[in-house]
């Protein structure tokens, strides 16, 4: 066989760099057989990388490029950009680049042809792209031979075109090494931080009376629940709405430009990032999940900033840090890439040991950015720290598998929030839901494997964009005679003091132009003389994640009239709508409860009930566009309970994401449909919007984005 594919090669011709592959007789069987039977943990072990022909990483430039087909080989992939079979002794000749994805060289060549030297799925930065010659004509007095399977019928003289090698980062004095053999005991090994200077220009900022500088970062209204009630009247639950608006900080691009070409988030004007992705790459995860995973993986790599870190940790069985808090510069994120293309899939799921190495980095890092988060992904259920309790059992301890350093206990509230995407249908939504509640992040339901793309993208164009941290809102009473009833804050820690007449709720961070509200009850007692009552007040402070500088920012006095005779009082419609949207989580939280219990029937009764009351609602009757959205989600609910098999598989995990996106009043991915959408659309700020675009335009009009994007795209915000 060897001796035909060197017939093979001087049929091409001798000039040309083409690859030969090792035949079977040149390669040892046990050698072979050894590697594809590596576990999990060997193939994380950099120890194993050392080791020859046993090193799953990137492909050397000595041993990659065409591959010729095989008519004896049965392997079989996918190409990335046709998505059809690969098939060795198919007929056409198959590509390989140095970071390892493999296309139809037809394929490759086409999508190379105008100077693209980007991978197509891992966005790596290729320094040999393949290029096609005119013909395939014998040299004179030769017979035309070509590879055993190669169809004559593409003529293509196949080569391969060296790129220039990169121009090395000279900011950094040296390199440090990707892998390492072995992982420290402190992971203190972060790279420093080079933060440029911080001119910040937003539009807010002014002078105020006494000349020093002035940024209104969040603005503040309120909305009493009616704006009169007669003297003679009182009210033990009357309701102002806290409405928050966070400024904007991002630059916006250009959308007539080609979206595949978009520079960078602005780096100057929003707070840097550390970001640790914890992976799981067990068994389960082998295939198209794992490579889309990492097609995923990629865009993230590429849409972060020079001063914005990233750590990646890898689990299965256990769990491997794959490099510490490198910066995303040109030369991080290459090596980033390289990391993440060389992931294999064997084993079981080990959350807990994944999220305490992630939570590790974070806290032993000796520098630290203004924002931090973990992104956690998985598509199984834990089989090391708890156990998943059936139908009639207790709720297992879900905080078991958070380290403190994560939640950092009962008594001090969540340290770094975990953004967690619960993958497919066999993955634990109430554990993924449980540790997003209890660090404070979100829970993201993918149903469909190509949505993992758009999912992080609507993620990661949030973290992108924090203009708020640390933001606490204070209530004060101020009239003597009224005290607070209730805060409804979703998922955000409220507290009323022991007094009655002030009460707190913990916000934390906000992204820029994202949307808080926030229901004050109040009782409003009987007016005997002023025509006018006043109720509340409202008081911001949070922390400018850019200056580092505490600020606080006071609203006006919430006053309601208090005429003599009572008139037709006119119900806000943005109090209407918020109470609905609290009225649907609600119901949402009882039928989930109820399902749980094996009582499908009365879930889906308290999810018609809810429906019904809603559509009475003002807002309702005005069609407003949120109250429409949130019938949508109740009937989608009611359909993913039609029986027990459905709803486990679908049910639970779009309840809790749909919970976890209402609590938090944050968007998330919801499922694999689009009823729904204008709803998260609610929460969704231009941000998320923008790099939805980019991963729109990565992906050239996949279904994903057409799923996420369009929808949420199409139609103004609800307001």
């Known amino acids: 066989m060897g001796s035909k594919w060197r017939k093979a090669k001087l049929a091409l011709g001798l000039n040309l760099c083409v690859y030969l592959p090792k035949t079977l007789e040149d390669s040892s069987p046990s050698s072979l057989d050894s590697a594809e039977r590596l576990s999990d943990a060997a193939l994380l072990s950099p120890a194993n990388w050392a080791m020859g022909s046993s090193r799953p990483t990137t492909p050397t430039p000595s041993s990659h ?17 046709c998505l059809t079979k690969m098939k060795q002794g198919g007929g056409h000749a198959l590509f390989t680049a140095e970071c390892s994805h493999s296309f139809h060289f037809h394929c490759i060549t086409s999508n190379v042809k105008h100077g693209n030297q980007i991978c197509p799925v891992c966005r790596a930065k290729w320094k040999e792209i393949p290029v096609q010659g005119p013909n395939l004509d014998p040299p004179p007095g030769r017979a035309a031979i070509g590879p055993v399977g190669w169809s004559q ?50 539009s807010s900022c002014n002078k105020n009376g006494t000349g020093e500088n002035f940024c209104r970062t969040i603005e503040i209204k309120t909305f009493p629940e009616v704006s009169a009630v007669p003297k003679s009247s009182s009210s033990d639950n009357f309701t102002v709405l806290v409405h928050l608006k966070a400024a904007t900080s991002v630059t916006r691009q250009n959308p007539s430009r080609n979206q595949s070409s978009l520079p960078q988030f602005s780096q100057t004007h929003r707070a840097p990032v550390d970001l640790v992705t914890v992976l799981d790459i067990s068994g389960s995860m082998a295939g198209t999940k794992l490579a889309l995973l990492k097609r995923a993986m990629g865009f993230v790599i590429q849409n972060l900033g020079s001063n914005d870190r990233l750590s990646v940790i890898a689990f299965s069985s256990t769990a491997r840090r794959l490099f510490p808090l490198r910066r995303m510069t040109d030369t991080g994120r290459q090596q980033a890439l390289q990391a993440v293309n060389s992931l294999v899939a064997n084993g079981g799921t080990n959350i807990a040991e ?17 924002v931090a988060s973990i992104i956690l992904l998985s598509d199984g259920q834990d089989t090391y720290t708890v156990s998943v309790s059936g139908a009639n059992q207790p709720q297992p301890n879900y905080q ?65 964009s924090v203009v708020v941290q640390e933001l606490q809102v204070a209530v004060e009473c101020v009239n003597t005679s009224l005290f607070l009833g209730s805060l409804k ?15 707190f709720i913990d916000v934390g961070d906000m992204y820029a132009d994202e949307e ?40 006006g006095e919430v006053k309601i009239e208090r005429p003599e005779v009572a008139g037709q009082a006119l119900v806000s419609i943005e109090v209407d709508r918020q109470r609905n949207r609290l009225q649907a989580a609600e119901a949402m939280a009882q039928a989930r409860a109820a399902a749980e219990l094996g009582d499908l029937a009365g879930a889906v009764s308290t999810l018609e009930n809810c429906r019904r009351v809603l559509s009475e609602t003002v807002s309702a009757k005005s069609n407003d566009r949120l109250c429409v959205a949130l019938d949508a989600e109740l009937k989608e609910m009611q359909e993913r309970m039609a029986s027990r098999h459905v709803y486990e598989a679908s049910g639970r995990a779009y309840i809790l994401s749909g919970l976890s996106s209402h609590s938090w009043q944050r968007a998330t991915a919801r499922g694999d449909s689009t009823d729904g959408s204008s709803l998260v659309q609610a929460y969704q700020t231009p941000s998320m919007v923008e790099m939805l675009t980019r991963s729109q335009a990565m992906l050239l009009g996949s279904p994903s984005a057409q799923r996420l994007v369009r929808p949420l795209c199409s139609q103004p915000k609800p307001r």
Do not use: W
């Open 400 to 464: 078991l598998l958070l380290p403190l350093s994560i939640h950092g206990g009962d008594n001090t509230g969540f340290q770094i929030p975990v953004h967690a995407f619960g993958f497919g249908a066999d993955h634990d939504a109430s554990s993924m839901h449980s540790i997003s509640e209890i660090s404070g992040g979100t829970f993201s339901f993918i149903e469909t494997e190509a949505v993992i793309q758009d999912a992080f993208a609507q993620c990661i164009g949030g973290l992108l």
């Open 516 to 555: 808080r509200d926030f229901l004050v009850s109040v009782n409003v007692p009987a007016e005997s003389s002023s025509n006018l009552t006043s109720l509340i007040k409202v008081r911001c402070i949070y922390k400018d994640p850019l200056t580092k500088e505490m600020a606080t920012i006071e609203s």
């Open 354 to 370: 994944g999220l305490r190495k992630g939570g590790k980095v974070l806290e032993d890092r000796r520098g630290k950015n203004p």
């Open 489 to 503: 804050a979703g998922s955000y820690p409220s507290r009323v003091m022991a007094d009655g007449r002030r009460g």
């Open 65 to 81: 490029g065409l591959k010729l087909s095989r008519s004896g080989s049965k392997s079989s992939k996918t190409c990335s950009i």
């Open 153 to 202: 019928n593409d003529a293509l003289v196949t080569m391969v075109r060296r790129l220039p090698p990169p121009r090395r980062d000279l900011s950094r004095r040296h390199i440090v090494p990707l892998y390492q053999a072995h992982e420290p005991g402190v992971f203190n090994d972060d790279e420093s931080l080079d933060h440029q200077p911080v001119f910040d220009e937003r």
